[in-house]
């Protein structure tokens, strides 16, 4: 945990009081006591610092100067085909670390129907992981996630209405020939979008309509991965790319 982070309703003037596992750290990880400062952060608000003013066995309290800037999430959006719960909590800690701005879980032909009955989509469950990827990467935004459970409808009724927002729309799938510096534009300067399905890749009609929505497919290489290491993979390369120098021209 490289950031406290804290949420408006627990939040009373310039103060708070934790009694939950961010005390427990605070008090036997960073072994802090009065008058030292923590980095924290407000959910979907500014960085800051904080001085511990007590530690007590089950609290601590903190004098909060929230007074930094907002993080700024990565204009990078991610299509999920919904992997199995086991992995999803690491997958979207990791999204979330990297800093997408959204996330869409979906159905696919590959996808195992009992995974959208998993307790971590039950309300809004999977809100935890999304926590510890901020926590880890001293972010405060929260990404954005919807659940889609029927691929056809989300293909035709909501895809569409985001794809002005993301001019840079890329495929990942196993058996495609181009890698993605081929196929996105370099330097990455522009919004994008990534889709990337089950372990066992799209099927040819879940291709098609990615392809008709102006995704263009690439490949990671003959290794074929995980989901839960294809996608930091893939995020970091984008960011990536992001940073490469002008070409000369």
Known sequence: MNLIL??????????????????????TVLRSKSGDQLRVGLLNGPLGTATVETVARGSVSLRLHLHGS?????PTA???ALPRPI??????????????ERIFLINANRVEK????????????????LIQGLEQAMDTRLPAVSIHQRFRP?????????????????????????PLPEVA?????????????????????????????????FTLGPRILRVDSAVPALLAQLELLRHLPPTAG
């Open 6 to 27: 804290l949420f408006p309703a627990e939040v009373s003037g310039d103060h708070v009081t934790l009694t939950d596992h961010r005390a427990e750290h605070v008090r």
């Open 70 to 74: 907002v993080p700024q999430p990565c």
């Open 78 to 80: 991610l299509i999920l």
């Open 87 to 100: 992995m999803l909590r690491r997958v979207l800690a990791q999204a979330t670390a990297l800093g997408v």
């Open 114 to 129: 009992s995974f959208f009955q998993a307790s971590l989509l039950r309300d809004e469950a999977y809100q935890a992981a």
């Open 154 to 178: 989300f293909m035709e009724d909501v895809l569409p209405a985001y794809l002005a927002d993301y001019p840079v729309r890329l495929l990942a799938h196993p058996t495609a020939s181009a």
């Open 185 to 217: 534009p370099l330097p990455l300067a522009e919004r994008a979008i990534l889709a990337i399905g089950p372990e066992g890749g799209w099927v040819d009609f879940e291709l098609d309509r990615f392809t008709a929505c102006g995704f263009r497919p």
